[in-house]
Nanobody, 119 residues
Framework: QVQLVESGGGLVTAGGSLRLSCAAS????????MGWFRQAPGKEREIVAR????????YYADSVKGRFTISRDNAKNTVYLQMNSLKPEDTAVYYC????????????WGQGTQVTVSS
């Protein structure tokens, strides 16, 4: 069982930056690939980024490539999402999630943190 707690969301003007953090409980953080997802009002949840357990492999949605960076600190059981050059269309609730090993599906989810980008 893994519990995930996101933080770092807030209100920012377009062009600004935010860094989201996701702290994981438990001693087996390195057993999980981690992902960031987002869901905007009236839209389906979409993946934003994913990082392998060792941080060597990352994936980004086309919409955030070049602006967002996912990273992890396994010593702190934390995964981050650095978001730069934010746009109003990045407004959403952001969730972190954990996938066991290299599985595609995510087994554990955080409660989400709101990111609002004003124009």
């Amino acid at each position: 069982q893994v519990q995930l707690v996101e933080s770092g969301g807030g209100l920012v003007t377009a062009g600004g930056s935010l860094r989201l953090s996701c702290a994981a409980s438990g001693r087996t953080f390195t057993s999980y690939a981690m992902g960031w997802f987002r869901q905007a009002p009236g839209k389906e949840r979409e993946i934003v980024a994913r990082i392998s357990w060792d941080g060597l492999y990352t994936y980004y949605a086309d919409s955030v490539k070049g602006r967002f960076t996912i990273s992890r600190d396994n010593a702190k059981n934390t995964v981050y999402l650095q978001m730069n050059s934010l746009k109003p269309e990045d407004t959403a609730v952001y969730y972190c999630a954990a996938a066991i090993g290299n599985r595609v599906e995510y087994a554990y989810w955080g409660q989400g943190t709101q990111v609002t980008v004003s124009s």
